[in-house]
């Protein structure tokens, strides 16, 4: 008897514990959340150098129509007597990086104070490729003046196309060469030039 009454009360309270923790049992089952949200405006950002720099010159020193040479130049005389070509051996570099589309434009004007060694007739040259080790007066004839405002495919290194440039990185090396003839005129005046690479978004 004394058997089955400690039985039945360990069912009992058995129960009533199970009971008990069963609110504990759904409240463990429950869940919440929290999120957090990561945003970001992208600005348009374009940047221009020359030579890793944000300027930079091209110093053909001193140069006369026989042709006499300095340090960092090479020079060429025509056959026929009428001048000499000089040849900078060191390229400049436009590099361009841009997170969207642009197009490049080039202006170059004159700053010096010689009359016909000028951008308008032709004085300066540009190439893409490095001159060859040994230039010629012809070397010179043949390449691209450089222009006022230059239109595609009078730009040697494409920075000027007819169509926009895609986002990324672009770099493209200049070579100048400079004539100054006899017929000139320019003793004791000095030519000049400053040419304007521009990089505009769309």
Known sequence: MKHQLRRALYIAASAALATALLPLRAHAATS??????????????????????????????????????????????????????????????????????WTGSISASNTGSAANMTISNGALKWAAAAWPGTPSFATGDGAQAVAASPASGQDPGGFVTGSAHSSGTFSSSYYFALRTLWSDGDAGKTFGSTITFTATQG
């Open 32 to 101: 919440d959340s929290a999120t957090v949200a990561v945003t970001a405006t992208v600005q348009p950002k374009i940047t221009i150098t020359v030579n890793d720099k944000g300027s930079d010159t091209a110093d053909f020193g001193n140069v006369d129509p026989s042709g006499t040479t300095v340090s960092g130049q090479v020079s060429a005389v025509d056959s026929s007597g009428t001048g000499a070509y000089y040849f900078l051996t060191s390229p400049y570099t436009v590099l361009v990086r841009s997170n969207k589309a």
